[in-house]
């Protein structure tokens, strides 16, 4: 209970800081550390800065994908060679250690490189997990840094375009049509692992 009252009140803070003057200097430093270890997405703050501001929505967008790119980075690194001392502790507090554990032993690399497009993408599974899993499946760094380019930027950007294009009616649509939303994201799922294990297996030699 403290634990999910403590992190309402690290979302509530992460919220306020887009009223501030230096709102897009919190947003690329949220967005980084999400990648690793924060617990609250940087969409919290990108979004609400973004119906605050349309016309920066573009330039929050930049700053929060190369952010989330570098972070996921670290993420990598930490994964790849701090593990026992960094990785493993952040996996024990979300309590998601021994489901990593068993993941290992049965996700293949080709899979782990479209969870990371979809974590990028939609969020799922945590962006968080996929990095540190990364680093330690030995997935090569350009190929993670270049998915996750593509992935978080087609994410900030779409929300960019969205925002820019339709305002606050973007959140109203989506918490009226989850169900549609959810099904393209299932047949997105579908095509992106179909593309992903085709561009891996013949032309990467993955």
Same mark, same amino acid.
């Given at each position: 209970?403290?634990?999910?009252?403590?992190? /309402?009140?690290?979302?509530?803070?992460?919220?306020?800081?887009?009223?501030?003057?230096?709102?897009?200097?919190?947003?690329?430093?949220?967005?980084?550390?999400?990648?690793?270890?924060?617990?609250?997405?940087?969409?919290?703050?990108?979004?609400?800065?973004?119906?605050?501001?349309? /016309?920066?929505?573009?330039?929050?967008?930049?700053?929060?994908?190369?952010?989330?790119?570098?972070?996921?980075?670290?993420?990598?690194?930490?994964?790849?060679?701090?593990?026992?001392?960094?990785?493993?502790?952040?996996?024990?507090?979300?309590?998601?250690?021994?489901?990593?554990?068993?993941?290992?032993?049965?996700?293949?690399?080709?899979?782990?490189?479209?969870?990371?497009?979809?974590?990028?993408?939609?969020?799922?599974?945590?962006?968080?997990?996929?990095?540190?899993?990364?680093?330690?499946?030995?997935?090569?760094?350009?190929?993670?840094?270049?998915?996750?380019?593509?992935?978080?930027?087609?994410?900030?950007?779409?929300?960019?375009?969205?925002?820019?294009?339709?305002?606050?009616?973007?959140?109203?649509?989506?918490?009226?049509?989850?169900?549609?939303?959810?099904?393209?994201?299932?047949?997105?799922?579908?095509?992106?692992?179909?593309?992903?294990?085709?561009?891996? /297996?013949?032309?990467?030699?993955?």
């Amino acid at each position: 209970m403290n634990i999910k009252r403590n992190i /309402k009140k690290i979302k509530n803070w992460t919220i306020s800081l887009g009223t501030r003057r230096t709102a897009s200097y919190w947003l690329g430093f949220i967005v980084f550390i999400e990648s690793s270890f924060f617990p609250i997405p940087g969409d919290v703050l990108y979004i609400p800065m973004s119906l605050l501001r349309p /016309k920066k929505a573009y330039f929050y967008a930049f700053i929060a994908t190369v952010c989330s790119v570098l972070g996921g980075i670290l993420g990598w690194y930490i994964g790849a060679y701090a593990y026992d001392s960094i990785a493993r502790p952040i996996l024990e507090f979300y309590d998601k250690y021994d489901y990593f554990q068993a993941l290992q032993t049965h996700i293949t690399q080709e899979m782990l490189v479209v969870c990371i497009f979809l974590s990028g993408l939609f969020h799922i599974p945590p962006i968080k997990m996929t990095t540190l899993f990364a680093g330690a499946m030995d997935i090569p760094l350009w190929l993670f840094s270049t998915t996750s380019l593509i992935a978080r930027g087609a994410r900030f950007y779409l929300f960019a375009w969205l925002i820019q294009r339709f305002g606050s009616q973007v959140l109203s649509f989506i918490s009226k049509q989850w169900k549609w939303v959810l099904l393209i994201g299932l047949i997105a799922f579908g095509l992106i692992y179909g593309l992903f294990s085709t561009v891996l /297996k013949y032309y990467l030699n993955f």
